[in-house]
């Protein structure tokens, strides 16, 4: 059968869970140890990934939900995100050389464009563009074409003073690290500039005060969430994978960006406050609300979110940006409880919200409910999983 029409087989893989429970039972045990083997990492990494590669061999199909996508959009986009950082702590190199392949498929079948074509300005149909740079740079920089579209659209950005197009704090993530990319790809520092200022309206002035709260040092996920708008229990509405993925961001930004450039103790501060506000509202099941600071709304697990908060916080710890007595914990309890409760032994990821933009969206989440894309959800939990895996407590 065509690899692009599995997505209508999602029921039956589930169906036969019971037949591949015993490829689960190592990562289960690891709930109650005080510190994570990397071969259990591994083990649940590479379980979700060959479950979602099996379900899409053709890397170029087109995606059908509601309606048929190109599969350079974001969703996908955010997955490769997570395959290509996985790729970089994989140690079997014939497992690396599939990712590489796959990746590389998913790139030629797209001829490097970006969705909506090189005169968009969508952080959403840039998102692509990390991954096209990333391939980039695996493949020795050598082939700049994989640049092209999108250096062409950012650039046709830089020849206007428009900076208000970051809207909603996804297009952080979605946009933010590919300006600095492409910064580094052409030694042009204008990329850096440009960056900062659209993250600086996004962050001050965007809906009249900027979407970022700097006494709780949590996102506001657009102008519709500003005060006085509140959630049930009369606090701020802060989506938890919308500030993942400002804090996502923030990591992949600090990655690339050079210490020495005027903006990088703008991003710094910023991802540490993040990371402190955090910490303190992890739910003791190991798993972040999808309303921050209303557990009494949507009480349940979620898998994106805290994924990405594990993602940040691992990648703090493992560049001496965190203090590790401090956040490890968190870091354990987090992991711990998405393989235990998300991954299913066929490797198929449950209590995954679906796209949306606030906590009721896509709601009531479940272990065996399928969102409307399972891509990003995995890209989420392949980038936690690829600095987890780097933390020298584990074993």
């Known amino acids: 059968m065509n690899g692009c029409r599995y997505i209508f087989l999602?029921?039956?893989?589930?169906?036969?869970?019971?037949?591949?429970f015993v490829l689960l039972i190592g990562i289960l045990n690891v709930s109650g140890q005080q510190h994570?083997?990397?071969?259990?990492?591994?083990?649940?990494?590479?379980?979700?990934?060959?479950?979602?590669?099996?379900?899409?061999?053709?890397?170029?199909?087109?995606?059908?939900?509601?309606?048929?996508?190109?599969?350079?959009?974001?969703t996908r986009s955010v997955y490769y995100e997570g395959l290509l950082s996985f790729l970089a702590i994989e140690p079997d190199?014939?497992?690396?050389?599939?990712?590489?392949?796959?990746?590389?498929?998913?790139?030629?079948?797209?001829?490097?464009?970006?969705?909506?074509?090189?005169?968009?300005?969508?952080?959403?149909?840039?998102?692509?563009?990390q991954d096209y740079y990333d391939l980039y740079v695996l493949t020795g920089k050598k082939n700049t074409y994989m640049l092209d579209s999108?250096?062409?659209?950012?650039?046709k950005?830089?020849?206007?003073?428009?900076?208000?197009?970051?809207?909603?704090?996804?297009?952080?993530?979605?946009?933010?690290?590919?300006?600095?990319?492409?910064?580094?790809?052409?030694?042009?520092?204008?990329?850096?500039h440009r960056a900062n200022l659209m993250y600086d309206y996004t962050k001050n002035v965007q809906g009249g005060n900027g979407l970022y709260n700097s006494k709780e040092h949590l996102w506001w996920r657009d102008k519709d969430f500003l005060p006085p708008y509140k959630e049930p229990n009369g606090a701020n509405c802060y989506w938890s994978r919308g500030n993942g993925w400002v804090a996502a961001a923030l990591v992949r930004v600090l990655k690339r960006l050079p210490k020495s450039d005027s903006h990088y103790t703008t991003y710094l501060k910023d991802y540490k406050d993040m990371c402190n506000a955090l910490l303190p509202l992890q739910?003791?099941?190991?798993?972040?609300?999808?309303?921050?600071?209303?557990?009494?709304?949507?009480?349940s697990k979620e898998l994106t979110g805290t994924s990405l908060f594990t993602y940040a916080f691992a990648y703090g710890i493992n560049h001496h940006l965190l203090d590790e007595k401090e956040f490890s914990p968190a870091i354990n309890k987090a992991w711990n409880a998405m393989v235990k409760d998300c991954v299913h032994p066929n490797g198929f990821l449950g209590w995954?919200?679906?796209?949306?933009?606030?906590?009721?969206?896509g709601q009531p989440l479940g272990y065996d409910k399928v969102p409307d894309f399972e891509d990003y959800g995995l890209g989420c939990f392949l980038l936690a999983g690829s600095e987890v895996y780097k933390l020298k407590s584990t074993k």
């Open 352 to 361: 995954v919200q679906g796209t949306g933009k606030e906590p009721k969206d």
């Open 157 to 192: 950005m830089l020849l206007t003073e428009k900076i208000d197009d970051w809207s909603w704090i996804d297009a952080i993530q979605m946009d933010l690290p590919i300006w600095v990319s492409m910064g580094l790809a052409f030694n042009d520092t204008n990329y850096f």
């Open 150 to 155: 999108i250096k062409c659209s950012l650039d």
């Open 36 to 74: 994570l083997e990397k071969s259990t990492i591994l083990k649940s990494m590479r379980l979700a990934n060959n479950y979602f590669m099996n379900l899409w061999p053709d890397a170029g199909c087109t995606i059908t939900t509601n309606k048929t996508r190109q599969s350079h959009i974001w």
């Open 283 to 299: 739910k003791q099941d190991g798993f972040w609300n999808v309303s921050l600071v209303d557990t009494t709304s949507f009480p």
């Open 10 to 20: 999602r029921g039956s893989f589930r169906k036969k869970k019971y037949l591949t």
């Open 93 to 129: 190199k014939t497992q690396k050389e599939k990712y590489l392949d796959y990746a590389l498929s998913w790139g030629n079948k797209h001829q490097w464009g970006i969705n909506g074509g090189t005169k968009s300005r969508n952080a959403d149909n840039h998102c692509a563009g």
